[in-house]
């Protein structure tokens, strides 16, 4: 919240675009009170040092989000390769996989298109790793609409939509939960 708070002071066309679908973004309360979910989070690392080190990524991480949640996508993309780098120094499944969700999401709307593809599917794949199940049916759904829209091939994006169906239906009937996914 904080993150978004201080993109959202700043003054710019594209800021103010953005602000409702950015603020629509954040977390929903809701997400604390849903026992099963919370229970299947991977805890942080035991080591106090990597521990910290995760924290200042996924604080790092949640600025970049907002610079992509308000529409500067080039403020955030040559912020989030060194940050992305910094998550997978850490071997922590988790933040590796939200730091490749915010990298590929940024890459695609900067024109970076292979970067993009690759960030998007090492996101699924260490949100699998990670039982990052959140990050990993909102790294399918970005892949899915990034093949379709971007590449230009829907059956493809069918193709992928089946294998990603699993990770999107966890969600279902968790009205807070399926918009922040995307279903």
Known sequence: LDALATVLVTDGATVATNAATATGSLVPLTACSDAVSLREVVPPP??????????????ELT?????????RYAQGFAAVESVAAEAAATSFAPVIAEAEL?????AWRTDHQELAETALYQ???SGEAGRAADVTARAWLELLWFVSQERGQPAEALRLGRLAQGAVDRYAGDRSEERRVGK
């Not at 035991?46 to 604080?59: F, G, I, T």
């Not at 600025?63 to 529409?71: H, N, R, S």
Request: proline share 3%; hydrophobic share 40%; charged share 35%.
């Open 46 to 59: 035991s080591d106090p040092r990597l521990r910290a080190r995760v924290e200042r990524v996924r604080d």
């Open 102 to 106: 915010l990298r590929g999401s940024l």
């Open 63 to 71: 600025a970049i989000k907002a610079q992509l949640d308000t529409g």
């Open 123 to 125: 996101a699924i794949a």
